[in-house]
Structures are given as structure tokens and as C-alpha cells.
């Protein structure tokens, strides 16, 4: 039996009030009243919601134990773990309410089909239902949320549909991750952090993103993307011919992920998890399909095959990047000079086509929810917006945890060089995201311990 994952766009009541007063959907009900039942458990009961929750993350001063803290973030793992994180889930709520039939919705917010895909779905703004007759409180609604719509930019899938490989280098990215760890994929990077600062509250954390019913919607479109990724012509997988170097091959498929109970957990090896017909997956999704507008604009960003058909070697398919440029210890808020090295390994013989910038061993006790990139080609030149990029997977974890960033800054070159920019330096700039509300708020901030700036010539 193979069960569905519908879209929450096809199960939602669609307005708060009727939400709060009619009869749910059968597959919200049962989500509800699973996420009830695991909140009636002890924490220490593996079915319980914060044991699940805790498997992602725990907020300091918890006290931890060998099946909490598991996150894949930043991670070439960050797409299968989560995938065997959310079998286990859907598990855990069929066995609670005995509903065998059961799947977890997801929640499409980049379908340009439906005005509502951004907003949160009705049933989690509603502070209470009716069961039974009675008025109670929605175990999916949470007061500290933003429920206000995701802009459409911080859930473009574009980018990250656009690229054909799923491990790439550095600078540039795959859809999956980069072949050297701790850096974000482009589907981890938008749309995934995006709606996890965009909703705040509970969802702002790993350390207590699961404790959110959102949570897990989200990530099911996560993993729906997945599979959409793979169904476009030209993806590339990591186990491709040339998908990635023969020591990422041996990594990938040894990998097992458990859960649960720690003296009798629930495994799953890669096998299980790339496979959706295996017994441990046994789901697939009601639409992988993409508007033909996004399909025709993918095929038009990805490169073009290699002549013969099948993939290029990653070494001869990356394109060819120069670190011509760095600084150190920056702070956010702080501008700092970065000279360009001079010789070959500079602009003196030609000007980049790309320019890409690495914000590399990023920490931060506090940081805001987002920062803007901000480049000037000279200190009496404007500052122009290269980049943007969400902290999720950065706020709440521990002090000596570091993550990366790429900003992707081609897309000012023609501004550089109109003021006539010919390599010298760049002024960079990080800035709290305006509109946010934090983003005034003196107390965050960011360290980055290197700043590379990357060039790629004709």
C-alpha cells in the first residue's frame, strides 16, 4: 500500500473562521489529534512530541540524550536525514491514532497557482476547533508565529531547481549541498531557511523548530522538492556517473539514520530512503508537477549537456574560480576594505563575469533573522544590495558552531563596472534585513571570520 502526501492546499478549510467552527479535513483531524496524543506522553517516551521535536533540536539546558540533536543542517545529509526524520513522524502518528492509512500534507507556498500558497494554512491560525461539539484548543496553533504571508522571493524555487547537480564546489553550489561540508544546498538555502525565519517563533531555531505542527509540513515540501528536482531532465544525482568523487559516493550510501527509542531504535539506510516504493518509505506525493512557466525557465538556467550525453566529472564540470580576494574577523554592521591580490591571480588582465562572495566560519550567540550583502566599488560610490541570506540553522546552536555562506553578487557587475571598477578593492557591508523585528534590535549581530571574494572570468 503506498500512501499519499496531499497538498494542504486541497485539505484546508481555507478561512480562519470556518476553520474554528467545521468539521476538519479526515487527514487534519488525524494530524491534530496525533500531535494531541503525543503531548499527553512523557518526554522521555520516544511517541512523545517532544522527543520528536528534541530529535531535531533541544534549547540549552536541556538535558540531553544520545537520540536528540540529530539535525542534518548545512549538510550534504540534510535532505535524507530529514526524509527518514519524517517517516518515523508519520509512523509515530499512525500507530497513536491508528489511522494506517495516514500521510503527511505538505505545504506548497511557491505555487503561483494559488493566491493563498503563501499564507499560513487556516487551520493553523485558528486558536480553537470543535470536537465532538465542544470547543477546544488547536494542538496546531501557535500564538508566537508570524502568520503573515512568505514573500514570494524567500520562496523562488528558481535557483535551486536550477541547478543540475546535486553536490557541487565552492563557489558555486548544488541543489543538495557543496562536495566541502557545512555549507547550505540551494533548496536548504531558499526555500527552506527562508520560511523558517519568515514564520519566527518556534520555527526561527533548530533548537525548537519541531516543537511547531508547521514544522513538519514544511519539511514535507522540502522533501517533495527533492523529488521534483529529480524528476527534471539533466538533474545529475551524487551517485551519478560524475556526480561526485568516489569517497562522497562511499559516504552517501553507507549512511543509516535512526530514531526512537535508544535501545531499540527505527533505522534507515540510504537505500530505504532513496527508494519512496521501499517498505520504510511506502508514500509519494499528489503533484511533483511544476506551472510550465518554472519549467521553461529552469531549462533555460541549467547549462547545457556535455556533447556524447552524461554527466562531466565534478573537477571538469565546475567552472573555473579564483579566490582573489579576502579579509578577516568582520563583524556585521561593520564595512571593511578587501584588496584584490595583484598579479595573475587579480583582475589586471581581465574583468570577472561572475563575482561570488564566501562568508566563511560565521558565528553568533544572537543573530538577526536575515542580512543584506552590501558592496561598493568605491567608498564615494553608492552601496549596492549583492546578496541576502537567512541565520536558520545559525540561531540557537551552540557557541563554537560555525556555518558558511555564498552570496552570489554577478548580478551587480554591471553596476561595478559602470563606476568604473577595475578590481582594486570592494567595500562589503552586512546589514540586518530592514522590515524584520529585529532588524533594530543592537544586541544581534554576527562574526565572520573570513570574507573570500571569488571571481570567474570569460
Known sequence: MTRTRHSIASLTRGDVAAAATEAWHPVLDTYARGVDLMRELPVDNPASWLWAANTHGFPPGTSARPAWGQCAHASLFFLPWHRAYLAWFEGTIRALTGDDDWGLPYWDY???????????PAEFRAPTRIVDGAVVDNPLFDPARNDGPIPADDVDLLPALSESRFVGGVPDVGFGGTDRDRRFGDVESTPHNWVHVDIAGLMESPATAGRDPIFWLHHANIDRLWEVWLALPGSIRLTDPGGASAFLVSQWQSAIFWFGSEQSPSTYTMADVEDLTSLKMDYGYESIELPGVLTQAIASARPPEPAGGGPMPLDDAEARWEPVAATFDLDSEEERDVPFQAGPRGLDDALPSRLVLELA???????????????????????????????????????????????????????????DWTGGQLSVKLVPEEGRPDSDDPDRAIHIQQLTVYTQTP
Open 361 to 419: 566560519g560565521v558565528r553568533a550567540e544572537q543573530p538577526h533573522a536575515a542580512y543584506v550583502v552590501e558592496v561598493r566599488s568605491a567608498p564615494d560610490q553608492p552601496a549596492h544590495r549583492a546578496g541576502r541570506f537567512a541565520t536558520f540553522g545559525l540561531a540557537g546552536t551552540a557557541p563554537e558552531e560555525e556555518r558558511n555562506y555564498l552570496v552570489d553578487a554577478s548580478a551587480i557587475l554591471p553596476d561595478l563596472l559602470a563606476e
Open 110 to 120: 511557491s505555487d503561483p497557482d494559488n493566491p493563498d500558497a503563501p499564507l499560513l
